[in-house]
């Protein structure tokens, strides 16, 4: 079978950091994708690593590790439009075929 | 211009009926999707088509049968409707090549009464 484990809410403050895990079991990994959805709108896409390493756009950053199955999604500056849902979605084989995880609700406080 | 576009974005209905969603993507990409988030924000794959082929059917019930006159429409059409078919459905379209970037419409929520 396949799961995507991430923590269900997180909360922050405006200006902080915050990391977002996103923990993976799946057959025929091919890449990991980060969304961030706010409330009544689309799942919009942020970043997507096939590699191991770190991915920098702008005040977000995403990280891959194959070996340990595992990644995150670091936003750094915190702004109050920041507060949404974020979902990790691992895509299999040679695809864009996604399987989302349960997403991370993140309310970022003044 | 939105790149996709679904219609309706609201659909109240009693159970039993039948109904259908449709969208386009004028994106020009070869790839097209339906997936269902429930009330618990869990999105889930229904169907993938590519160039009107269907390549995705994840388990759905024979009730949901998708539609792809062309590349750039996917429509969905729902038989006798259950309340537990009450969720938003999103579209989403991609290129061919792997890039883990879906674009998704705005959702259209169905309330199955």
């Known amino acids: 079978g396949q799961s995507l484990e991430q923590p269900s809410e997180v909360t922050a403050v405006e200006g902080a950091i915050v990391q977002i895990n996103c923990t993976y079991q799946t057959s025929g990994f091919y890449g990991l994708s980060w969304y961030q959805q706010h409330d009544g709108g689309a799942p919009t896409f942020l970043s997507y690593?096939?590699?191991?390493g770190l991915e920098e756009t702008g005040r977000f950053s995403s990280f891959l590790s194959r070996s340990d199955s595992y990644g995150y999604l670091l936003l750094q500056e915190l702004q109050m439009k920041d507060s949404a849902s974020y979902f990790c979605?691992?895509?299999?084989?040679?695809?864009?075929?996604?399987?989302f995880g349960t997403g991370t609700l993140l309310a970022v406080q003044p | 211009d939105t790149a996709v576009s679904q219609t309706p974005k609201y659909l109240v209905t009693q159970m039993g009926n039948d109904k259908s969603i449709k969208c386009e993507q004028n994106?020009?990409?070869?790839?097209m999707y339906w997936y269902k988030q429930d009330s618990k924000k869990f999105l889930k794959i229904m169907f993938s088509y590519n160039n009107k082929e269907l390549i995705i059917n994840e388990t759905v019930p024979n009730r949901f049968s998708p539609k792809s006159p062309d590349k750039a429409h996917l429509n969905l059409h729902i038989n006798s409707l259950e309340l537990g078919d009450s969720a938003v459905y999103f579209c989403?379209?991609?290129?061919?090549?792997?890039?883990?970037?879906?674009?998704f419409g705005e959702g259209s929520r169905l309330t199955v009464l």
């Open positions: 989403a379209s991609s290129q061919t090549s792997v890039s883990g970037e879906l674009f």
């Open positions: 979605a691992v895509s299999r084989g040679a695809t864009n075929k996604l399987i």
């Open positions: 994106l020009g990409h070869d790839t």
């Open positions: 690593n096939a590699l191991d």
